[in-house]
């Protein structure tokens, strides 16, 4: 039988200085090449014509390629949908993480809520995939969670040290306090893109409001318990 082996070794050859793969190296480097360029083909058609237009035969038509090739990739819609959803959660993290970081933790937190609403403004289709349904047949699994989680671990990180440095009680749970301000965030985001809460400066300023609030009350109930205690 012949063996299809160029060198055993990940490294360069003296004549070259190219490394050398195996073909089973090789052809696993394109699969994944090609799975990149069928995601970055399906999130241009998200960010330029929203969720609804995402679907297997219009990807293949910008890629230039059959849907066989898709499938044969992703399987199905829904495996396409993860992958904008992971390429979604990147973006989210690096929203959070171009937020400079503050010794005023509330500051910071203001921030990093200001950055969420941003994530929302500039990729709302994005936003629509992860958080709002657009497609109601996809339903995030454990490895999607685990993105999101990355996302927000400024966030968690955050409260996390306020709690540490008890400028927020550690009565709850951190996970319990980033949820309570995740879902608050998203009511008010979902809410405008419904069409509820007016233009986006008026939801904006709705937003802010919502957000100051949240702040202020996970802050302030530090010092309140800290005086219960005295008395």
Known sequence: MKVILIS???KPTPSTGRVLKTYQEARLQNTENLRKLVVDAAAAI?????????TVRRVSQKMGCSTKIIYSLFVNKEGLAQQLYLEGCKLLAQRFEEVPPSSDLLQHLLDLGEAFW??????ASYYKLMFGGAFAEFKPDAESMQGTMTAIHRLLVLISTAQEQGQISDQEETGTLVSTIWASLHGVIHLYMGGFLGDV?????????????????????????RGANKG
């Open 8 to 10: 055993t070794e990940d």
């Open 46 to 54: 998200l960010q330029e014509e929203g969720p609804e237009a995402v």
């Open 201 to 225: 400066e008026a939801a904006h300023t709705i937003y802010r409001q919502t957000m100051g609030l949240l702040s202020e009350s996970l802050f302030a109930s530090s010092s309140q318990g």
């Open 118 to 123: 941003q994530f929302g403004q500039d990729y």
